[in-house]
């Protein structure tokens, strides 16, 4: 089993739907993290959380929301989809060094 | 605020010809950096990182990247590129113990592609 695992590996949803894209870890660390990456743009921060309790706003939270809902399980919800937000989603990890991180493979989120 | 500037966005090598991808960086205090590499479809993996000591380090599938402070960069080398290198290459600064709350910041990218 990989380290880091996201559902769905790929999605379309319609404009104005809710979606919730899921991240669970194996590693044990308590720091996650949530990027969107776009063409050209690389990989811009959402969210991130240094443990349960502990969640922070990346550049572009606008349109997000998160949940840990556990050490090992983070995940990302759109509340209301729009076009914009179709990207490549990718959820990672971190100890408390965070010298390195694990990441998922990605969910392919497309939004029409 | 942290950034880091990746100045290509894609560049084509020959197979067997060596490599140099460019990345400075803009951070508060010593920077913790690291490369990682996508390949198509893919995660992203990191090749190697910096936190201290030796400027010169070395990583996986041959690379290695030095960091230069006065001139904040940490560029990646390759003295003879393979074709499976062809992929999207990231670095990206902060992270680490001493950063306090931050995460990790990306640069944009870049593409290497592979002649053979």
């Known amino acids: 089993d990989a380290d880091v695992t996201q559902t769905p590996r790929n999605r379309i949803t319609k404009t104005g739907k809710r979606i919730m894209l899921e991240c669970s870890q194996t590693?044990?660390?308590?720091?996650m993290y949530w990027y969107r990456q776009d063409p050209g743009l690389g990989l811009r921060l959402i969210y991130y959380?240094?443990?349960?309790?502990?969640?922070n706003k990346g550049e572009i939270s606008d349109g997000y929301s998160v949940s840990r809902q556990a050490q090992a399980k983070f995940s990302l919800s759109l509340e209301s989809a729009i076009p914009n937000q179709t990207a490549l989603y990718f959820c990672?990890?971190?100890?408390?060094?965070?010298?390195?991180?694990?990441f998922g493979s990605g969910t392919r989120l497309t939004v029409v | 605020a942290q950034s880091v500037t990746q100045p290509d966005i894609h560049i084509t090598v020959s197979e067997g010809a060596s490599l140099e991808l460019r990345c400075n960086y803009s951070?508060?205090?010593?920077?913790?950096l690291f490369w990682y590499v996508q390949s198509p479809g893919q995660g992203l993996q990191l090749l190697l990182k910096?936190?201290?000591?030796?400027?010169l380090v070395q990583g996986i599938k041959g690379f290695e990247a030095e960091f230069k402070r006065s001139q904040s960069s940490f560029n990646l080398r390759k003295p003879s590129v393979h074709w499976s290198d062809a992929a999207e290459y990231f670095c990206?600064?902060?992270?680490?113990?001493?950063?306090?709350?931050?995460?990790?910041?990306f640069g944009s990218g870049t593409r290497l592609q592979v002649q053979p």
């Open positions: 990672a990890t971190s100890d408390l060094r965070g010298d390195g991180y694990t």
């Open positions: 590693k044990g660390h308590d720091r």
């Open positions: 959380s240094f443990d349960v309790k502990d969640i």
């Open positions: 951070y508060g205090a010593t920077p913790y």
């Open positions: 910096y936190f201290s000591g030796d400027t």
């Open positions: 990206a600064v902060g992270g680490g113990v001493d950063t306090g709350r931050r995460a990790l910041t």
